[in-house]
């Protein structure tokens, strides 16, 4: 365990963390990310565009609902991929029980952050914490009664680090989201200089100014730079886990008779 | 009173080789257990760990769900106020028709 990693060395090793990790990870993050996508735009577009979108405003949102909640449990299964890949440890999460008391530890906590961020980001400094700790809550899944606080105790370990690395994911999120922009903006109007195909995106340019839009693509750019705030936020936990159980020095020794997973092991 | 010259509570043929603090009885190494640090007879470790009340069992499962319907209910009510806001955005701003105006 390194306490004096920078944030930046810290998404360094989160990026490495990503690149060793197996497809698993990707595809119960995908999951998880794709439906609620899907069941979002399908209601903003709806809120948006629809005559009668008073009326179906409340039954839809329950879909939404129900998606982020199916994704807030895939998720916990996600980093628990991420958590072997990175400490070798297998944890049966596979099993209904256990599964089941992820679902409903996530259900109850995890919406408590729209509301709890929004205030967080107000304060403004207390926005790294709150965010950590709903990361962390992710990371050690909550089938343990003691998660919650565990989860509180390490979103406050390495302040500086927690900082400087939601710092600079912002700042990722911003450009990934600029990325995002220009593409979608830029697309329909080359393939009309190159192929000569023509539409109404190609017509007129305003719907590049449609909330619906905007909100889409923030969602996709948010979603993009999660994954990598999982296995950060991964990595700090079980090194923070580490600083009691002496895991680290285990999954080194680990790492020098088995030179194959030197790789996964923390420097 | 010397150890070595007692038997086990329980199987009278054997020596004994502690003493549960919990009873006072002795015991052979087959009848003792650990328990928090402590060797306690099969008795007394019955009579200390708390046993899983099938009531709790089920309020702690009950509990759980109201917590997920609580949740549930957070969740709703955050993209249902997105909705409603996306609802208050008049339409010529979803279909660009306000950019247009301003252009006129």
Known sequence: MRTDRTGLVLIEEAVQLLRTAPVTVFALYCGGTVP???????????????????????????????????????????????????????????????????????????????FIRPLAWLLLFPVTYVSAFFQNLTVLGGASRKDVRKSWELARLWPAQNHTVYGLLSLLALIVFLDLYVVTFSTPFILKTLLGIEGSLTRSYTWIFSPVLIIALAAVAHFIIDLLAKAIHVIRCCDGESQATGADLLRRLNSLRNPEGALRAPK | ??????????????????????????????????????????????????????????????????????????????????GQTLILIPPNVHDGGYLRSLGQ
């Not at chain 1, 998720?75 to 089941?100: H, Q, S």
């Not at chain 2, 043929?13 to 052979?28: H, Q, T």
């Not at chain 2, 009531?55 to 319907?69: D, P, Y």
Request: with cysteine; net charge positive.
């Open chain 2, 1 to 82: 009173m010397n150890l070595t010259l007692q038997r086990c509570l329980i199987h009278a043929d054997r020596e004994a080789i502690v003493r549960c603090p919990s009873c006072g009885n002795y015991f052979c190494r087959e009848c003792i257990t650990e328990h928090e640090q402590k060797f306690l007879c099969s008795s007394c470790l019955q009579r200390v760990t708390p046993r899983a009340e099938p009531a709790n069992w089920n309020a702690a499962w009950l509990m759980s769900i109201v917590k997920m319907m609580v949740g549930i209910a957070v969740a709703w009510f955050f993209f249902y106020l997105i």
């Open chain 1, 36 to 114: 609620f996508l899907l069941a979002l735009f399908s209601f903003c577009t709806e809120m948006s565009y629809s005559r009668d979108a008073g009326a179906k405003c409340a039954a839809s949102a329950v879909l939404v609902a129900l998606a982020y909640c199916w994704m807030k449990g895939l998720e916990v299964f996600c980093c628990r991929e991420l958590v072997r890949a990175y400490t070798g440890n297998v944890d049966r999460w596979w099993e209904p029980k256990t599964m089941l008391s992820i679902w409903s530890r996530q259900i109850a906590f995890q919406p408590l952050g729209f």
